[in-house]
Nanobody
Framework: VQLQASGGGLVSTGGSLRLSCAAS????????MGWYRRAPGKQSELVAT???????DYADSVKGRFTISRDYSKDTVLLQMNNLKPEDTAVYSC??????????WGQGTQVTVSS
């Protein structure tokens, strides 16, 4: 099983980035996919999740700015991040989880928002 995250980078305040997490080796339609982030000196926090049926959930801090989606043709979960703020700076990681299946984590991708 592999979760390959990409799309991070350096952006100015107010800018946008799109993160992508490509899943392989698992039955994608059985898993809830999520994005988590960890900022320096802080605990990991949930950013957004999407169920196999497309139900989404977001942290209050990103509602209205971030959109999570999944592409079943590519077994990929996307995180569109708009109006980025310096406090969004963190390492972002994707997670696959669900009922009666193992949990998998991908490697992180760095997002840095300059003020």
């Amino acid at each position: 099983v592999q979760l390959q995250a990409s799309g991070g980078g350096l952006v100015s305040t107010g800018g946008s980035l799109r993160l992508s997490c490509a899943a392989s080796g698992l039955q994608f339609n059985r898993y809830t996919m999520g994005w988590y982030r960890r900022a320096p000196g802080k605990q990991s926090e949930l950013v957004a999740t999407i169920t196999p049926g497309g139900i989404t959930d977001y942290a209050d801090s990103v509602k209205g700015r971030f959109t999570i989606s999944r592409d079943y043709s590519k077994d990929t979960v996307l995180l569109q991040m708009n109006n980025l703020k310096p406090e969004d700076t963190a390492v972002y990681s994707c997670k696959a989880s669900g009922r009666f299946v193992p949990v998998y984590w991908g490697q992180g991708t760095q997002v840095t928002v300059s003020s």
